[in-house]
């Protein structure tokens, strides 16, 4: 017999005792029950994670868009300044009576 292969036999019977105490818990009551509330909890922390995300993006897109407004505004507040500074008749004309 060659080292390798003594090496992947013990390799092997190691893995299938493992694979057999691992068929064995599963097969537990209480295993199961842990198993399920894992899977539970999990489903609700991802959920809860989902919402806060999305509440996160939905509050950073509200900051981005008042940032946006408030610039927008100085800027139409610049252009009616420029607007109401410009002469509104021409020149030489008759003044309103």
């Known amino acids: 017999m060659k080292v390798s292969q ?21 097969q537990i009551y ?33 900051q981005w868009g008042l940032g946006w407004a408030g610039h927008q505004a100085r800027r139409g507040i610049t252009v009616a300044e420029e607007f109401s500074k410009k002469q509104h008749r021409r020149p030489r004309s008759e003044t309103a009576q």
Do not use: C, H, N, P
């Not at 092997?12 to 068929?23: N, S």
């Not at 894992?38 to 809860?48: E, K, M, Q, R």
């Open 6 to 26: 003594v090496w992947s036999d013990k390799k092997a019977r190691k893995w299938m005792w493992i694979g057999l105490a691992a068929f064995v818990a599963l």
């Open 30 to 62: 209480y295993v199961q029950e842990l198993l399920a509330a894992l899977i539970l909890f999990t489903g609700v922390f991802v959920l809860f994670g989902l919402i806060v995300l999305a509440l996160y993006f939905v509050d950073r897109a509200g």
